[in-house]
Structures are given as structure tokens and as C-alpha cells.
């Protein structure tokens, strides 16, 4: 064998050595919430171009079935399709933020930021023919499956009372941030920006 053939068998093995060392990239996926809404509406544009410019891979997709988002549906759609895994950040707006916590309950994430999430129906239908309040909650594989999760909730939220994120939180024992002027974050009014969940991204990874 020439020395040449040896150099490249030796750069070739180096190099696939180096790729299987690197650490697999960080993800965010975002996640809207039911009655149709889209990946387009609210701060979710904004939160995706702003870890854009980090240099953070952001996935934003429209979810199917997005009138009920069945959780079926949505915990298939982000396992298969979008391969959520423990390299990956959920950012999950109402009902995103529900999936994002029936998801914690099966599969690995490195972490959650939950806004204006619930943890019951609240006697709405649609949100009972969602499935995700069918079975009780296990909190603490929540917790297991992921490294951290960060909450943002308000008390003027027109469709969660305070009650339920707080349970939300004593539960999972949430990096919490509790306001009193942001509402249900957006649906219930304009809301396009959101630099709270861009610092805590940053906190978190680093950036």
C-alpha cells in the first residue's frame, strides 16, 4: 500500500472520528396552539427569527389537525416527523404547551418553555375531544425527561384562571414567571414580540 493510499485511510478514519465526537446540534421546536392557529400567528415569527440570528436551528411548523390538535395527532407529528429527542427545546404556546408536557411524559427533551399552559379541560369540549386530559398527569416523569422547564403564565389570561399554571408549577416546580398584564399571550390580543423567552434561551444555552 503507498503512502498516499495510507494518508487518505488515515485522514478519512480522523474525520469520522471527529464527526461521531461532536455533539449533536441543539433544536428548537415551536409549537402554536389549537382552533387553528398557525405557526404565523403571534410572537412565534418573532421568537423564530430571533434564535435564528443566535445561530440556533428552529423548526416551525404548521401541525396538522390544528382546529382539536388530538394528541395523538400532535405527539406522533413531533416524534416522527420533527424528531423531537433530547437535544431538543419545546417552546409551546397554550395547547403546544400541553403537548409539550404529554410528550416529557414518554420521550427525552433537553427542555420545555411552557406559556400560558393548563392542565384540565376547563369544561371546554374541544379541549376534551383533544385527548390530553384523558388519563392524570405524571408529573415526575415530566420532570425525569427533561434537564429544565420554564414557565410564563399571567392573571389576566381570559381562559386560564391563574390556578391552573400554578398547579402547573408546584407540580413540576417550574422556572415560573408570573405576570398580570399579558393575558393568554396572544390570541386574546396583540402580541408580536416576546424578549422574555429570547432571554431565557440565551440563559440557558449559553448565548
Not at 30 to 39: A, P, V
Amino acid at each position: 500500500m503507498s503512502k498516499k493510499i495510507i494518508f487518505l485511510v488515515a485522514v478519512t478514519f480522523f474525520n469520522v472520528c471527529l464527526a461521531d465526537c461532536e455533539e449533536p446540534m441543539v433544536k428548537v421546536i415551536l409549537i402554536h396552539g389549537n382552533g387553528n392557529s398557525t405557526i404565523s400567528d403571534n410572537w412565534l415569527p418573532y421568537v423564530k427569527e430571533q434564535l435564528t440570528k443566535l445561530g440556533v436551528k428552529v423548526i416551525a411548523r404548521d401541525f396538522p389537525d390544528a382546529y382539536l390538535a388530538k394528541m395523538s395527532t400532535w405527539i406522533s407529528f413531533l416524534k416522527d416527523e420533527l424528531k423531537a429527542d433530547a437535544h431538543t427545546i419545546i417552546i409551546g404556546h397554550s395547547s403546544g404547551a400541553v403537548c409539550a408536557m404529554r410528550y416529557a411524559e414518554k420521550y427525552p427533551l433537553l427542555g420545555t418553555v411552557l406559556v400560558g399552559v393548563c392542565y384540565t379541560d376547563l369544561g371546554f369540549e374541544t379541549e376534551r375531544l383533544s385527548g390530553y386530559y384523558d388519563a392524570p398527569w405524571n408529573w415526575q416523569a415530566i420532570k425525569n425527561n427533561q434537564q429544565w422547564i420554564v414557565q410564563f403564565a399571567s392573571t389576566d389570561d381570559p381562559w386560564i384562571p391563574i390556578a391552573e399554571p400554578r398547579h402547573v408549577r408546584k407540580n413540576l416546580n417550574t422556572e415560573y414567571y408570573e405576570y398580570s398584564n399579558k393575558g393568554h399571550f396572544g390570541g386574546d390580543r396583540v402580541f408580536t414580540e416576546f424578549p422574555e423567552c429570547i432571554e431565557v434561551i440565551k440563559q440557558k444555552l449559553g448565548l
